[in-house]
């Protein structure tokens, strides 16, 4: 652990000490969110950035040693491991490194130079390397065999090419030169497949057709787009140095000694190791490190956008009366109360073309609106969003609020099995009708139920490591959950399954345990579930809330290791904790200094008073409701100079996608920003932040939407 925590403290510019703890608190199987919010005396205060670097840094350099294990392993058992080379493979600090090392001495299939080698035309190899005056043809001379086939000098010579190939190609050294050229010069080049020019899908990569950019300033969505036009057969890629001549020279130069007869020879091989095994294998190594890269970029955009999204505002708990728009198949209706439970459903089609169908369904509204004492009306943003919207806004009567509620990934839950289990023998569609009344009373409770891929909040999702954007995306959904706490009594077993130290199992036995014994009267009832232990209690408690219990900093994120020290401060200033927290007169004359202990500093304390002045805070802001404008409702209806409100949906690396209610969300592209330059577009958007926007061209054909929110 020592070396593992100075190697990351240096790294990542912070103490040893801090890394240490986190390290052991990880080790004893403590979550993210518990050591940034309950350990801080312990970390230094490291936020959970701090918190989920080391614990990555620190798998990447366990995986290392993992590998240098099983490489030394390797190398004893074919006798193969001199004291040399374990000291070298020993201080790899990095996988390439390690790699390289261990290359030459990697089983492998037979290879030209392998074959030669049988041949036993490895000295001749030798000799040659040497660039002595003795003339090539003489050496191989020697070693003319037809048993062993090797007809003529020239054929002897080829095979010790071969070996100087192989042997220049596995050079550490050469490696490392050629890499780090590769990396500064190389030029990602890109064509179109002959004859797949005029193929319709095609045309998305026509800007790639003819394309070639350095690759180190390529940006990850168009390193992304032109690997996915390869994949999909469109697009020939290249990836090697601008100048391959410079490159040759450079290998060359490492291992010719002269211009003599043997030099050339030895140049030679050296040209064919670069072009038929070097320059391929780096070529290869850096679309991985450029896949890397994109992927990492677009992970993180997706991080943040989902972040935004599942911490948007929450509408809170009203009675809702949700709408699952369509015209054909008609708007599905369901009213909740507010706990989020379903109370009715139905079916109205007030886009039939038939007055008798539209008053129908006018009724319908407003009977079902008065009798379950709606407080707000939540349309999905889908087919047929901004008609039933302009449809319940217009009815004579109608006095409760509409909102539009993106409804990506409805649909996804409504065919889950979270969906299947709540909702047994109701369609489809209405359950996506209670999934978007529920996102909008509360988005973070509704959205874990839905894979976040689903959520369309993503930059080439589907292209990038999956198992790296599933943790990522993981950690993010955690991180939102418990920085706002659950609601112990009423949380969905999805959302509980989030919580620090819980997972699946544990939710599922919460959930049960909840149905057959009624609420939790207290956090400490918590040891009674099935299987939750007390070092899961010890993970999960700070961060389940109880309203309205025995105890009231159960209603709080003070930690119940924390009571003690909060009951002594109650009964230092002569009251009692619920007084304690009602009073800010009795709060101001606490000195923390004086309940400073070994495990509880200022800094734990500190937020224990901010706990005590607002129990159990939202750190989402407040709702605000939001409306498109009316009479825009397609891409028809736009016009260029307009100037739209709009919700921002999406953020990429190039711009933000906004949603001005036309059925086709428009792109504001990074330069369109600002009135200044914009590096990352988050500097200036979030998303479901609700922007003004003016068009600058709309291409109804390819269902393109250019915007701006620059100013005149």
Request: with cysteine; aromatic share 6%.
């Amino acid at each position: 652990m020592q070396n593992y925590a100075s190697i990351i403290a240096q790294e990542l510019n912070i103490r040893p000490q801090q890394t240490e703890a986190v390290i052991r608190l990880l080790d004893e199987d403590a979550t993210v969110p518990f050591i940034a919010r309950y350990r801080k005396e312990a970390t230094g205060s490291l936020d959970e950035v701090a918190v989920t670097a080391i614990r990555d840094r620190l798998a990447a350099l366990k995986e290392l040693d993992k590998r240098r294990e099983a490489i030394l392993a390797s190398l004893e058992e074919r006798g193969l491991l001199t004291p040399e080379l374990r000291a070298k493979v020993e201080a790899a600090d990095a996988l390439t490194v390690l790699e390289d090392i261990y290359l030459p001495y990697r089983p492998k299939r037979r290879t030209r130079a392998s074959m030669a080698k049988e041949r036993g035309l490895e000295p001749l190899a030798d000799q040659l390397a040497r660039q002595d005056r003795t003339l090539p043809e003489a050496m191989a001379a020697a070693y003319v065999d037809a048993e062993k086939g090797v007809p003529d000098a020239e054929a002897a010579l080829a095979g010790a090419r071969d070996i100087l190939a192989e042997r220049f190609a596995e050079d550490q050294p050469a490696r490392e030169r050629l890499r780090k050229l590769f990396g500064r010069e190389g030029l990602m080049r890109s064509k179109a497949v002959s004859g797949k020019e005029e193929v319709p899908d095609a045309a998305k990569y026509r800007d790639y057709f003819a394309w070639d950019e350095p690759a180190a300033q390529a940006p990850s969505h168009r390193i992304l787009a032109m690997f996915r036009g390869e994949e999909e057969g469109f697009l020939r890629l290249s990836l090697r140095p601008r100048n391959e001549e410079q490159a040759q020279d450079l290998l060359a130069r490492l291992f010719v000694r002269n211009d003599g007869p043997c030099g050339r020879e030895v140049r030679a091989a050296a040209l064919d190791g670069y072009g038929r095994l070097l320059a391929p294998a780096l070529e290869t190594e850096l679309r991985n490190q450029l896949k890397q890269r994109a992927d990492a970029e677009s992970i993180r955009v997706f991080a943040e956008n989902l972040r935004q999204l599942l911490l948007a505002p929450p509408l809170g708990a009203q009675n809702i009366l949700a709408v699952d728009p369509g015209f054909r198949t008609g708007c599905k209706i369901v009213c909740l109360n507010r706990e989020g439970k379903l109370l009715e459903y139905a079916t109205i089609n007030p886009h039939a073309g038939s007055d008798k169908a539209r008053t129908e369904a006018g009724e319908t509204l407003l009977r079902l609106a008065k009798k379950h004492g709606a407080e707000v009306a939540a349309v999905g943003n889908g087919t047929a969003g901004r008609e039933t919207e302009a449809f319940i806004r217009a009815l004579p009567g109608w006095s409760i609020p509409v909102v539009m509620v993106s409804e990506s990934g409805a649909s996804v839950y409504s065919a889950s099995e979270a969906a299947r289990a709540e909702f047994p023998d109701l369609d489809l569609t209405y359950r996506g009708a209670v999934s978007i009344g529920r996102r909008l009373a509360d988005p973070l409770a509704e959205l874990v139920k839905i894979d976040p891929k689903a959520i369309g909040v993503g930059q080439y999702q589907h292209d990038v490591n999956q198992s790296e954007l599933k943790r990522c995306l993981d950690d993010v959904v955690v991180s939102c959950v418990n920085a706002v706490g659950v609601d112990l009594n009423t949380a969905s077993e999805q959302l509980l399954t989030y919580v620090s130290g819980l997972g699946p199992t544990l939710a599922r036995n919460i959930v049960a345990h909840r149905h057959e014994n009624g609420p939790f009267q207290t956090r400490r009832d918590l040891l009674k579930v099935p299987r939750l232990g007390p070092k899961a209690f010890e993970q999960c408690s700070g961060f389940l809330r109880i309203r309205d219990g025995k105890q009231p900093l159960d209603a709080s994120a003070v930690h119940p290791e924390a009571y003690a020290v909060v009951e002594r401060m109650a009964k230092d200033t002569g009251t009692t904790v619920r007084e304690l927290m009602q009073s800010p007169e009795r709060r101001k004359a606490i000195r923390l200094s004086d309940y400073v202990t070994d495990k509880l500093g200022l800094p734990t304390l500190t937020d224990i008073m901010k706990e005590l002045e607002k129990p159990g805070r939202d750190p989402r802001g407040p709702f605000k409701p939001f409306s498109f404008a009316e009479g825009v409702s397609t891409m028809q209806d736009l016009k260029q100079g307009m100037k739209l409100p709009g919700i921002v949906t999406n953020i990429t690396a190039f711009g933000a996608f906004v949603d001005i209610g036309v059925h086709q969300d428009g792109l504001v592209h990074i330069s369109q920003l600002a009135n200044r330059f914009v590096r990352d577009p988050n500097e200036v958007v979030k998303v479901h932040q609700e922007v003004l926007v003016t068009v600058l061209d709309v291409d109804i054909p390819r269902k393109r939407i250019s915007l701006t929110m620059r100013g005149e």
